[in-house]
């Protein structure tokens, strides 16, 4: 089985290209920087404290990715590991190593962690202490019944 889980932070925004042909697809490439977990220990690259991972979505991931995602967001990416290499101009053989992105999606609220421009707070939830004594929250003054999902 080859599947991937990754949380991490995007190190740039993604870099997004369209595919020629009959049917154009969007193509983005992003790289994760994602927390190692463990202790730290005095080996050569003890400061290294992330790895950066290489990820690429296509078609509607990659038109997502395009659209919301940016520099410094936190995200969650399921996947699967995808190996390959190619012959660069020097004549060097280059080994590649990418996560293909099969699912996607924000790891943080919009308006926790770094401001990212948007400005979005979520709503105030009410404190669960506040509940009545038959185990049932107290809604409010000002919450209109009409606004609630249920009546």
Request: some cysteine; charged content about 25%; aromatic content about 8%.
């Amino acid at each position: 089985m080859n599947k991937v889980i990754l949380m991490g932070r995007l190190t740039r925004d993604p870099e997004v290209r369209y595919s020629q042909g009959e049917r154009s697809m969007a193509v983005a490439r992003y790289t994760l920087a994602v927390d190692r977990r463990g202790r730290r220990d005095a080996s050569a690259d003890a400061n290294q404290t992330a790895d950066f991972i290489s990820c690429v979505a296509f078609d509607r991931a990659g038109e997502f990715a395009e659209k919301y995602f940016r520099q410094g967001m936190r995200v969650l990416v399921s996947g699967r590991i995808q190996t390959g290499s190619y012959t660069n101009r020097d004549g060097v053989k280059v080994y590649t190593t990418d996560v293909v992105v099969e699912d996607q999606e924000f790891a943080d609220s919009k308006g926790s962690g770094a401001d990212m421009g948007g400005g979005f707070q979520p709503a105030a939830r009410p404190n669960p202490s506040m509940a009545a004594s038959d185990g049932f929250m107290n809604i409010p003054d000002g919450v209109e019944d009409e606004g609630l999902p249920f009546n």
